[in-house]
């Protein structure tokens, strides 16, 4: 697939080196060329410097017709502004925008972007978010303590009940989007394929949250 970084501070230049390593098509952008000396030495990828919410300079990393996009500079501002270009503009479904200020991401949420907070977040997260689409926060509270993140059931909670499932992270499935509907589930619901679960859990659940998942269900 192809991924679109921009920034290639500690965050970027981790990300950009691992998915490359992975075998993904990478571009990287930075406004400084300095900042490229951070990717592995053996990075295959491009990078383009530039200012990363430009449309020529996403034109030039190749933004149109990519697969994902992550905007992991130090700005936040900078961040959901070339998230939302990259979303409303080329159309790039697999949006990601890193931020500093918690408090904020309400705001952002509201504009469709998912958003990942700079502490609880590895690479590896991140990674997975942009490769497979697993686990991305779509909101926080502004003390940061709860968070909904959105997540495919993995296959095996597929027949359990919804309420199994959370609870695996001290919280509540609030909705589930199937067959393109989203509802609220009740203590009835079980899980099945393909359900987009919309889980209301404590912040510090979120980061192992993906490897609690795939454990499955306890056994009676």
Known sequence: MRVIIMGCGRVGAALATELDACGH??????REQSAFARLAEDFG??????VG?????????GLDGADAFAAVSSGDNSNIIAARVARETFGVERVIARIYDAGRAAVYERLG?????TVPWATGRLV?????????????????SVALVALTAPPVWVGT???DLAAVAGGRVA?????GECRIPDRDTLVQADDLLHLAVPAG??????DALERGPADD
């Open 45 to 50: 990828g491009r990078t383009v410097t530039g």
């Open 113 to 117: 972007i998912p958003t990942v907070a």
């Open 128 to 144: 997975r978010y942009i490769t497979s689409g697993s686990s991305p926060v779509v909101w926080r509270d502004k003390t940061g």
């Open 161 to 163: 009940p919804v309420d």
């Open 175 to 179: 909705a589930i989007s199937r067959f």
């Open 53 to 61: 919410f430009d449309r020529a300079v996403l034109e030039s990393a």
């Open 25 to 30: 098509d990478v571009v990287v952008i930075d």
């Open 205 to 210: 659940a979120v980061d192992g949250l993906d």
